[in-house]
């Protein structure tokens, strides 16, 4: 059975860093795309970021210059760095990842909740 389990998420003033973490374990044998997504009190989730197994990457435009996504594939491992925070990118934030064999299946994790609070 496949999870993906995020860290890194916590308290921070505006201007702030944090960097989310989010590991794949379990029957793995290929990813694909991996993203990550937040949801704000009261608002739709939306994608933030995303990367291809090659390491192609595309933003949210009001992510676009403070964040950054990375992976380590021999780590199943995608990662967030996320640079002057700002308030409102208050939100729990969410892994999403492409993973399968011949086909792929889709797989959240639990989240992880980012406050930017002075």
Do not use: H
């Amino acid at each position: 059975q496949v999870k993906l389990v995020e860290s890194g998420g916590g308290l921070v003033q505006p201007g702030g860093s944090l960097r989310l973490s989010c590991a794949a374990s379990g029957s793995i044998f290929n990813i694909n795309t991996m993203a990550w997504y937040r949801q704000a009190p009261g608002k739709q989730r939306e994608l933030v970021a995303t990367i291809t197994s090659g390491g192609s990457t595309n933003y949210a435009d009001s992510v676009k210059g403070r964040f950054t996504i990375s992976r380590n594939n021999a780590k199943n491992t995608v990662y967030l760095q996320m640079n002057s925070l700002k308030p409102e990118d208050t939100a729990v934030y969410y892994c999403w990842a492409e993973i399968g064999d011949y086909s792929y299946d889709i797989y959240w994790g639990q989240g992880t909740q980012v406050t930017v609070s002075s």
